[in-house]
């Protein structure tokens, strides 16, 4: 899920170096959920 969006953001013109800071944060959201 968390590659979908991170790859969704890059073709939205994101900053690949946003995106990695996304996907650290969303998969601290994930860890924290379980």
Do not use: N, Q, W
Not at 4 to 20: I, M, N
């Amino acid at each position: 899920m968390a590659t979908a969006a991170a790859s969704t953001l890059a073709h939205a013109g994101v900053e690949p170096c946003d995106v990695a800071a996304i996907f650290v944060y969303v998969s601290s959201l994930e860890r924290a959920k379980s």
